[in-house]
């Protein structure tokens, strides 16, 4: 799936520390999250990317909801 990063928040985590909650709207017009927590390993590839225009392909849907796309997707950098 190719989305667009069109916003991001900080938070604070109910698990403790913080998390981004980063908004997507796809090519179709679909919104999705995902949450990002910078003390998880996926971090590293998300804090390069972190930024609204970005948009990227090959995001998977979460098994947890249906509009959450999984923060371990395999993601490419479309463009800004």
């Known amino acids: 799936m190719t989305c ?12 403790g520390g913080e998390v981004y909650l980063v908004c997507f709207k796809s090519l179709t017009g679909k919104s999705y999250i995902s949450y990002i927590a910078p003390k998880f390993r996926n971090f590293s590839r998300w804090k390069k990317v972190l930024d609204v225009g970005v948009t990227l392909t090959g995001l ?3 098994n947890k909801g249906k509009n959450l796309i999984d923060a371990d997707s395999r993601f490419k950098i479309v463009g800004k």
């Open 4 to 15: 667009e990063i069109i916003k991001i928040t900080k938070q604070r985590s109910r698990y």
């Open 60 to 62: 998977k849907l979460s």
